[in-house]
């Protein structure tokens, strides 16, 4: 099993509702390797979550090209999409119970998961070893009620790595645990990740889940607002040139301010234009 | 699939339940129609009379100029005419033969009547004395003909064996002996079919008045095919076969009906013999038939509405509870099984349970159908036959069909829209397509039954419809209407009305609710309407025909001799009542009753009859004159000019009408003299008293009268007779100015002025020549005066003093009249029929009256009550299918329960968070619990009474073309008035009933409203 690429170029998703259409994604240019394990961060409607539905073909963008491995997803037909689900890309929403069937247990869930990839002849795991994947081998057979939501989250991610994916994307797999529950799921994902070599891209809020993660993508406004590599935060120059300021550094720059770049020794500085009221 | 239906139990019994509903209606109409079929079957054949349902067959031989005996087909014959499979329906049949058995009155012969022979004669007669007959020759007479006419066993009766007119006068006719071996006395029943045996010894023959009646001779099959002999006269073959009446079925009277062709079939057809085929079967098997008809569309019809309404609640329960799925179908679509896989997901998870639910609804329809088929009149047992199975495999199909339609509806759902947490369930005044389809159906409909486009039994679509109609515009309506209120309530911080508003408003279940809310309570309270609006119909119908609760046929015609035992019975809630029928599709019937008597014993609806018509009816009170003894005379002064066309003198002959017994006669007592003074005189056969009818004129036709002449001295035997005072006699008046005036008293002056007319009558009041009546409002009166049949029969005049709606036990056109006037000087006439009329149904009440007119010799040939009349209308088609719609009253009740359950069971969750919500927003816990309670109670009060209303506006709509009665009563009793008071508590009960659950649910939903719902939600 190897993990699939992913790249995007100029994406762009606009939600259309009654009377307004509201931009998620205002062109957003991501690459992703295979095998590599990542976080997708930022603020609230800022778009990771639509952006990972457009990575498991959930939603089509409105414009731009979101390629998984070999597949360009917004070219794709329903068809191949759901075989690509069925096989390739696995989405875990955020809240566990949404990626559950409530009356099966945790192998009957990882049973039904591997339906439609068994009728591929893809060669799948046996659903206890999946499970034996996330530590959940003993309680395999139990009845979903019974589970910690740290156990619930796991039999989800088992869910979702059930058809051995290249791919695995998922929504806030921490959001409402405790600490060990959260290290636990982490450790199993960067597990899944060594072991079977899928690419991982995850959502989260949690900055010691964005610590723990080789690389983030921070997602601000619709745009790739900034990475961060081995705890060191990068602004993100976009494909039409923009570069997208830090934070900390917004409020020193007001909108509207004026700057001028200087380019001295190879580094760029940006000096603000003292403006006469 | 068991672990999914298991996890959500209440909602897989709620499928299965309202599967069970579905295919129970489905199931239950073919098997309930079949029971009613072969219900009235049993009916019509117990309650036609025995010959009717029996086929009887004969042939009697033909005869020419020249006496030439017959030869006809024998019994056996006639049998073998009749197909193997018809017979089968049949008991064994009676064979017989019947021949006229006459003595030769040439030879001093003196008895006359007949000799037959049938299959097992002698077990259904009592043998008196001696043995049965066992070979040609030999015969049983009934124990009258040995007291009668002294035909004791061991005699021999000699009959001839031509009859007499094919024998030249003076010679003898050929001659057998039949030797009497015993006598018999006849069993009462239906072994002879009612073809009486006896009854007529002694009496004279019509024919030859020589010759006395004998009665029914029994004898062998010998005696008729013995060819050593002639053949007796008239000689007749015969088969009776009786019905079997529990192999009949509505199938076998249909193939009954070709017996009516069986006259046709060659062994009659090549007989020289007259052949006879009788039988009432063909026609019972046509009124069947046309019932049966009726009951193919009412039996849907009614089931068909609760059907459609469990139908369509199931479907309302499956997307909701699809919907409730939707996060398991997404589920199944991100992990890449389609559109197919995210069906068959939903479908192996509802489609048991909707299967298992057909299970037990077929069951219950069946248990339902066979309850049903007891509680039917006869023997009708269950019968599943095709059409139960076709029913059965298309609720299935349609059971199967929803389902799958439903759970396609989530599945196809784009992916997006399912991982969407937030409802997409739109709200506000979207119509959508098959609601605005449906609107426009019902409305259209609606309309055409307004219009009286619609008719017959399509009316029990009505109300449901009606209330569809109503249900969807109220649900469209109730929405924003409740978030209008909410809102104006928040403004005026009545805090709980508007979250009670603003909840209802919120609930995704309220169209839906409200729908099915209106169209349940509108199909009970049509219910209640109809069933007592039926049976208050049809027990007006049977009080109509009836007449009296008990009613006693007679065979005497004379009145006195009931009176005689009416008396003896001493109560005056019986009286003797003579109909007279005069032929004619137009005739006016005349009731002859007495008044007080009438009053007790008939049933007569209040207002129906005008105040004061006893005493409108009645006699005047004027006394008789009566005359007793043999010699009628009278002093006769004035004069009389009487003179013909050609002013010839013509004789004026006085007389006078006199009636004894109620038979009246004539007698002439003389002359009139032109002037001066006469006495005239005339025997009268009055040694029993006799009443002076009338006083008569006579004279030549076209002759005029003119004169004044005194009647004085009045005696009878000698003895003083008083005529009475002048205004005690009603004169002669003719429209062309002729009159008879009749003027002073004792003596009596009649001044005569007539032209034309050969004799005139001045009438005593006692005998009212007009008699007062009341008629009824269908017969055409002309100035207050009718002609009217007389208990003679005869036409006489009748004034009437009122009017009424109808007269009870009469038909459309009758008048009603005192009996006591209409006989005094008239015996009934033989077509008259006589009864009695008895105030109670009471069994010992009238078993002491048939007693009491038993030991008057007074016959009694019936004897009908007025249950038995009201089970003639309870036991058809349009009767059970109306009763069939209580069931639908209660199922639609449950169904509507049902709804509530559902909706509380689906939005639960959402409504508990809701309320959750507000107790942490900061509103007391204990007014959280009353909003819960209350909230859904205005909604279901407006849908209750808007249902009831739609009830009761279907109903007056529908209830006229709805089918009452299998025939429409001669009498029109109709009353469609609305049972308030039961309609009232009906709509009370469904009001208290759904409030009642509602309430329960809320309370229920408001307990698990704590703060793990608002964590639910985060």
Known sequence: MTGLRVSTHGLVHIYRAEGHDVAALSGVDLHVAPGELMGLLGPSGAGKSTLMNLLAGVFRPSAGKIHVGDTELSAATTREIDRLRATEVSLTLQGAARNLLPYASPADNVRFAQRAARTTGKDLPEPLEVLADVGLTKDADAPLSALTPGELQLAALAVALAPRPGLLLADEPTSQLDHGARDRVLDQLASVNESYGTTVVLVTHDPHVAAFLPRTITIRDGRVGGEGRSGEEYAVVTADGFLPLPAHVRDDLPPGTLVRFHQTDGRYEIVPEETHD | ?1018
């Open chain 2, 1 to 1018: 699939m068991w672990r999914a239906l298991g996890y959500r139990k209440g909602q897989a019994a709620a499928l299965a339940v309202l599967a069970a509903l579905v295919t129970a209606c489905a199931v239950f109409a073919p098997l309930y129609d079949r029971a009613m079929q072969q219900a009235l079957v049993d009916v019509k054949l117990d309650q036609a009379p025995v010959l009717d349902t029996a086929l009887r067959m004969q042939v009697q031989a033909l005869s020419g100029d020249g006496y030439v005996p017959a030869h006809i087909p024998a019994p056996d014959d006639l049998v073998a005419a009749v197909p193997t499979d018809i017979r089968h329906d049949f008991r064994a049949p009676t064979l017989g033969w019947t021949a006229t058995a006459d003595e030769d009155p040439r030879v001093g012969g003196t008895l006359a009547g007949q000799v037959t022979s049938r299959t097992a004669a002698c077990d259904h007669v009592r043998i008196v004395s001696g043995r049965c007959p066992a070979k040609a020759g030999e015969i049983l007479v009934s124990t009258q003909d040995q007291k009668v006419l002294g035909l004791n066993p061991g005699k021999s009766v000699t009959v001839a064996e031509q009859p007499a007119e094919h024998v030249p006068d003076g010679q003898p006719l050929p001659q057998r002996e039949l030797a009497i071996v015993g006598t018999y006395a006849p069993i009462a029943g239906d072994d002879w079919f009612h073809e009486p045996l006896t009854g007529w010894a002694g009496s004279s023959t019509e024919t030859v008045p020589s010759l006395v009646r004998h009665e029914m001779w029994l004898s062998t099959d010998a005696t008729f095919t013995d060819t050593t002999t002639s053949p007796l006269p008239d000689l007749r073959s015969s088969v009776l076969f009786r019905l079997a009446k529990g192999r009949v079925g509505i199938d076998q009277l249909r193939k009954l009906t070709t017996l009516a062709g069986l006259s046709g079939a060659p062994v009659l057809r090549e007989t020289t013999a007259l052949p006879e085929v009788h039988t009432g079967l063909p026609a019972i098997a046509t009124s069947v038939a046309s019932q049966v008809d009726d009951s193919r569309v009412l039996v849907p019809l009614i089931l068909l509405p609760l059907g459609v309404l469990c139908l369509v609640v199931l479907w309302l329960v499956l997307l909701t509870i699809t919907d409730l799925r939707r996060t398991e179908v997404a589920v199944a679509r991100l992990r890449g099984q389609g559109v197919r896989g995210a069906r068959r997901l939903l479908t192996t998870e509802l489609l048991p349970a909707v299967l298992l639910g057909a299970v037990p609804g077929a069951l219950a329809a069946l248990v339902g159908a066979w309850l049903a088929a007891r509680a039917l009149p006869g023997d009708a047992g269950l019968e599943v036959r095709p059409p139960v199975w076709l029913a059965l495999v298309g609720v299935l199909l349609v059971l199967v069909a929803t389902t799958l339609v439903a759970a396609v509806r989530v599945a196809r759902t784009p992916v997006d829209a399912l991982v969407r947490r937030s409802s997409t369930v739109r709200r506000g005044w979207r119509l959508r397509v098959l609601d605005a389809v449906l609107l426009t159906g019902c409305g259209v409909t609606a309309a055409a039954f307004v219009t009286g486009s619609l008719s017959g039994p399509f009316a029990y679509a009505a109300p449901a419809l009606f209330a569809l109609l109503v249900g969807l515009v109220l649900a469209y309506l109730l929405t924003p209407l409740a978030a209008a209120g909410g809102r104006a309530l928040l403004r005026r911080r009545a805090t709980g009305g508007a979250l009670g508003l603003l909840d209802a408003a919120r609930s995704q279940s309220l169209r839906s609710t409200v729908t099915v809310l209106t169209v349940a309570t509108a199909l009970t309270v049509f219910s209640v309407d109809a069933v007592l609006v039926a049976d208050r119909n049809r027990d007006a119908a049977a009080r109509q025909e009836a007449g009296a609760p008990a009613v006693l046929d007679v065979s005497t015609t004379d009145v006195g001799a009931i009176d005689e035992a009416l008396q003896e019975v001493g109560d005056p809630r019986v009286t003797p009542v003579v109909t007279i029928q005069p032929p004619g599709a137009g005739a006016v019937t005349t009731l002859a009753v007495r008044p007080e008597g009438f009053a007790k014993a008939a049933l007569i609806p209040p207002g129906v009859l005008p105040a004061g018509w006893a005493k409108a009816i009645s006699p005047s009170g004027v006394d008789p004159v009566d005359v007793t003894g043999r010699h009628l005379s009278v002093t006769v002064s004035g004069g009389v000019s009487a003179v013909d066309l050609r002013a010839n003198p013509v004789e004026a002959v006085l007389g006078v009408d006199l009636v004894t017994n109620r038979l009246a006669f004539h007698r002439d007592l003389g002359p009139l003299p032109a002037s001066g003074t006469a006495r005239l005189a005339t025997a009268i056969p009055c040694d029993k008293t006799c009443h002076l009818e009338a006083l008569t004129l006579t004279t030549t036709v076209g002759a005029s009268l003119v004169g004044e002449v005194t009647l004085d001295r009045v005696a009878v035997d000698g003895k003083p007779v008083s005529l009475g005072a002048s205004q005690t006699w009603a004169g002669y008046d003719d429209p062309d100015g002729g009159a008879v005036v009749p003027s002073g008293g004792d003596p009596l002056t009649l001044t005569i002025r007539t032209q034309g007319p050969d004799a005139v009558a001045v009438t005593q009041a006692w005998f009212g020549t007009t008699a007062a009546a009341v008629a009824t409002k269908g017969t055409s009166v002309t100035d207050k005066t009718l002609s009217i049949s007389g208990i003679d029969g005869k036409s006489r005049p009748a004034t009437v003093v009122g009017r009424a709606d109808r007269l009870p036990g009469a038909p459309v056109r009758a008048v009603l009249t005192d009996l006591d006037v209409l006989q005094r000087a008239a015996r009934p006439s033989s077509d008259a029929r006589v009864s009695v009329w008895l105030g109670s149904s009471d069994h010992a009440f009238v078993e002491r009256v048939e007693h009491a007119l038993a030991d008057h010799d007074v016959a009694v040939t019936s004897t009908r009550t007025l249950a038995d009349v009201r089970r003639g209308y309870d036991q058809s088609i349009p009767t059970w299918s109306v009763q069939l719609g209580v069931l639908t009253g209660l199922a639609a009740l449950g169904v509507a329960v049902l709804m509530l359950a559902v909706a509380a069971v689906s939005g639960w969750r959402v409504r508990a968070r809701d309320l959750a919500s507000l107790w942490v927003g900061g509103v007391p816990r204990r007014t959280v619990g009353r909003l819960a309670v209350a909230a859904q109670l205005p909604t279901i009060a407006v849908a209750v009474l808007a249902g009831a209303v739609s009830g009761l506006v279907g109903s007056a709509v529908s209830m006229s073309a709805i089918p009452l009665f299998a025939e429409t009563p001669e009498v029109d009793t109709l009353d469609l008035a609305t049972p308030w008071l039961a309609v009232g508590a009906a709509t009370v009960v469904c009001l208290v009933l759904l409030g009642a659950i509602g309430a329960v649910a809320g309370r229920a939903v408001f307990r698990r409203a704590d703060l793990d719902r608002l964590k639910e939600g985060a």
